[in-house]
């Protein structure tokens, strides 16, 4: 077992090294004919090379959208010869041809790409043999809030702005935007006092009824027929006379929000897009039944509406005045 995992990896390499050298012949061959087909002189040639030093492109992958985006920010022009797809766990390249493709000096070309590149470390290759690797162009949000502070009075209201610059280098997956402000820390508080029952008394009397003899006659068609004595014991009976409550007064600490919570505001940018954004929103405080100097910070924050993820945010400080 241990030599056959030897071969396995000592094929890896050869053929990983045979993909090396593979480009640095395609690199090799490329610059070659560049060089012959100028038919330069030794010192032409050292001209050549500097020149070559002197190519710098930013290239940016855009996998959804099929394409990759090449900004020349070095200092000369450069034309592109080869667009190169590298599978390292498989050990395979793919070259593809470019129609010639010239970017002068901080221009930008937009090349597409083909289904088999698309899956593979992408590499651009220049006339003069350079290789410079796409990278994925990811997301860059900036937020910024005019005015940074405001001042507030019970019930009153007033409009900052903001200034949303996104830079999407690459297509989003999910382009949906979320706006939230979030004023947790604006609590005003005050001291007040509360009374209530915390017991009741009272007081009874009990009532005693005297005790009564009564005689009753007995009548039939006018003639008495039977006399019946019968006595009422007494009846006792209890009332209440009183009731009393008693009383406590304590101290009690209030505290609430004293500014509105801003509605969520939500856009979308669902295309490889640099933009700048302003957006007005309202910041309203309460009308409590009592105000005092306060200052807070409202913090709003730029969400990814799918995954909740925090992109960007910026602080309005906002001041209580009466």
């Known amino acids: 077992m241990g030599r056959r995992v030897r071969g396995r990896f000592g094929i890896s390499v050869m053929f990983m090294t045979f993909i090396a050298v593979s480009i640095l012949s395609l690199v090799f061959m490329t610059y070659y004919f560049y060089l012959t087909r100028q038919n330069l002189s030794a010192s032409e040639a050292e001209r050549l090379y500097a020149e070559a030093a002197q190519e710098r492109l930013e290239v940016i992958l855009d996998r959804r959208a099929k394409e990759v985006i090449v900004n020349n920010v070095g200092g000369i022009g450069v034309t592109i010869k080869y667009l190169v797809g590298l599978d390292r766990s498989g050990g395979t390249a793919v070259i593809g041809d470019v129609d010639e493709t010239i970017i ?4 930008s ?8 590149l698309l899956s593979r470390e992408i590499y651009v290759m220049t006339e003069r043999g350079n290789l410079f690797r796409a990278v994925p162009g990811g997301f860059q949000f900036e937020l910024e809030a005019q005015p940074p502070s405001i001042s507030l009075g ?4 007033a409009v900052v702005t903001l200034k949303l610059k996104a830079a999407l280098l690459e297509t989003p997956e999910q382009g949906a935007i979320l706006i939230v402000g979030d004023p947790d820390g604006c609590v005003m508080a005050t001291t007040t006092t509360r009374t209530h029952i915390t017991g009741i008394t009272s007081e009874t009397a009990r009532i005693v009824a005297g005790r009564t003899i009564r005689i009753a006659t007995i009548y039939s068609f006018k003639d008495p027929i039977e006399t019946i004595t019968y006595v ?5 009976l209890t009332v209440v006379t009183s009731v009393s409550a008693l009383y406590t007064t304590e101290a009690v ?3 609430n929000e004293w500014v509105r919570t801003p509605s969520p505001l939500t856009t979308s940018l669902n295309t490889r897009v640099r933009t700048t954004m302003t957006i007005p929103v309202t910041i309203s405080a309460q009308a409590l039944d009592y105000w005092d100097a306060s200052s807070c910070f409202i913090w709003f924050k730029v969400l990814n509406a799918t995954s909740g993820s925090k992109l960007a945010e910026a602080g309005v400080r906002v001041t209580a005045t009466r």
């Open 104 to 107: 002068p000096v901080g221009g």
């Open 232 to 236: 009422a014991d007494p009846m006792a």
């Open 154 to 157: 019970k019930g009153g209201a």
């Open 253 to 255: 600490m209030r505290a």
């Open 109 to 116: 070309k937009t090349l597409r790409l083909d289904a088999s």
